[in-house]
């Protein structure tokens, strides 16, 4: 029982090129999100998924697209990757029993540099 | 807005010792629930409890304890005897009416031998 797997772990762009970001779970949960930790900040979420099919937008999604490729993937694509990316992004996932959400857990994370 | 502050940037102590994270949230929604993760320094993201706010009991899991107090929007996380194996950054987060989470900067505990 893997969790929840990112790939890369590390990854060095030049601005404009493009990028996708791999997050797999292996909990069988219907939920799963994409943030960046920038230094001394919490996490902002970027993409979410509620359930297999469906996407939504958080708080920064400008410069992101995001695909559900089944229940076991979310993956995060940088079209023409900006220095103002460079992060760490953490994919997460979560269950759901309605009415309550409940704690997401979190992959090792990817750092991003784009120089 | 829905906001999560945590004012203590950095606290260090020596071990042993009882320490307080504060975490003070804003909310308009009347339902809404808050959590607390630790960030060791390996970076991954390790959840520690989450609260509902119609539930106003005090939790204790061996030497975590959380205050939680409706009255002053706050949701305080002691160590007890903090060890060096505390060290981390430790965020409180809110979940919003939409269901996303909203972070509080973070707090760097550092335990010092």
């Known amino acids: 029982n893997a969790g929840v797997t990112q790939t890369p772990k590390f990854q060095v762009l030049k601005t404009g090129q493009s990028m996708t970001l791999q997050c797999a779970q292996d909990m069988n949960h219907n939920s799963m999100y994409w943030y960046r930790q920038d230094p001394g900040m919490g996490l902002r979420l970027i993409y979410y998924s509620a359930s297999e099919g469906t996407t939504d937008k958080g708080e920064v999604p400008n410069g992101y697209n995001v695909s559900r490729l089944n229940k076991r993937e979310f993956s995060l694509r940088l079209e023409s990757a900006a220095p103002s990316q460079t992060s760490v992004y953490f994919c997460a996932s979560s269950e759901w029993v309605s009415p309550f959400p409940y704690e997401q857990y979190f992959g090792p994370g990817t750092r991003l540099t784009v120089t | ?113």
């Open chain 2, 1 to 113: 807005a829905q906001k999560v502050t945590q004012a203590q940037t950095e606290i260090s102590v020596v071990e042993k010792e009882d320490v307080t994270l504060d975490c003070v949230y804003e909310t308009r929604d009347t339902t809404y629930y808050l959590f607390w993760y630790k960030q060791p320094p390996s970076g991954e993201l390790v959840f520690l409890i989450r609260r509902n706010s119609f539930d106003e009991q005090n939790e204790i899991s061996g030497r975590y304890s959380w205050n939680f107090q409706k009255s002053t929007s706050s949701f305080n996380f002691t160590i007890t005897a903090s060890q060096v194996v505390d060290s981390a950054v430790y965020f409180c987060a809110l979940m919003d009416s939409n269901y996303q989470l909203i972070w509080g900067a973070g707090t760097k505990l550092i335990i010092k031998p």
